[in-house]
């Protein structure tokens, strides 16, 4: 009972974001297909995670508008955020440091089951509505690409013990518990190596090729994406989402957020 995604096609028109501090950003335009790999890319502080949140429901734009598979932004946010799920985002995503990954995993599965599944899953045998979290789990787990037995005391392994690749695989897997429609994913580039970057890279793709869309905020965006700026777009509604391979040409090695960009966007523009 795998069950094939199928991704949902996003588009923005003049989205753009303002708080009591100014814009987060604003005038950001872009289409792509279901199935895409959407970049965010702008150096930390640029309303890159301010943006992702607006894209998948969570926040509500104040000027523009944007679609998710036919649904309307900010109009109908409730029904983008059914379709969609976020992983890595600080200080909304986080991890628990002191639990382990089987803890996390199996917590996640539980509350797919109890708030995200129809009535007539709950009223399964309960083998059948075990089993089928299982597979949720191990689908998941191998879309995301984490082998426990790779891990230093396999699905024990706590949180802190935890790589930073390997943190970031496990809230990919989290977020796909829930079979989403359109993946968010914060901060993918963050503190990592070429060679990781790298990896992640081909993890995201890998999603988006098999349905999933994923949006993705980075500092600098990978060739054949569908690239969104968000350079200067605090300053002038110009600022566009272009086409693959023609983002910024502005680089910037990765800056830690520590989470204030998201908490700061979440306080001032109101959280759904």
């Keep these: 009972m795998g069950g094939t995604v199928s991704g949902v096609g996003v588009t923005a028109q003049g989205l753009g974001l303002e708080g009591p501090r100014g814009w987060a950003f604003r005038g950001v335009s872009f289409e792509a297909g279901p199935g895409s790999l959407i970049t965010i890319e702008g150096p930390s502080g640029s309303g890159r995670t301010c943006l992702l949140l607006a894209l998948t429901g969570r926040m509500k734009a104040t000027e523009g508008t944007a679609g998710v598979g036919g649904t309307v932004l900010p109009k109908r946010m409730a029904a983008v955020r059914r379709v969609s799920a976020l992983a890595h985002v600080p200080g909304v995503t986080d991890l628990e440091p002191a639990l382990t990954v089987a803890e996390h995993l199996h917590e996640r599965a539980l509350l797919q089951r109890r708030f995200g599944d129809s009535l007539r899953g709950l ?137 204030k960009e998201a908490a700061d966007a979440l306080a001032e523009a109101g959280r759904a």
Excluded at 168 to 196: F, N, Y
């Design 123 to 259: 009223l399964r045998p309960r083998a059948e509505r075990k089993g089928e979290q299982r597979l949720r789990i191990d689908t998941a787990l191998a879309a995301a690409g984490l082998d426990l037995e790779d891990l230093p005391k396999g699905a024990r392994t706590a949180v802190r013990d935890l790589e930073r690749l390997e943190a970031l695989r496990l809230s990919v897997a989290l977020a796909l518990i829930g079979r989403p429609r359109l993946l968010g994913v914060d901060d993918t580039d963050l503190k990592l190596s070429d060679t990781e970057r790298t990896e992640v890279w081909a993890l995201l793709r890998s999603i988006a090729e098999a349905g999933t869309t994923v949006v993705a905020v980075c500092s600098e965006a990978p060739d054949g994406t569908v690239r969104v700026s968000t350079q200067a777009a605090d300053k002038a509604p110009g600022s566009q989402g272009s086409p693959e391979g023609q983002g910024s040409d502005d680089t910037q090695e990765p800056q830690e957020t520590d989470g």
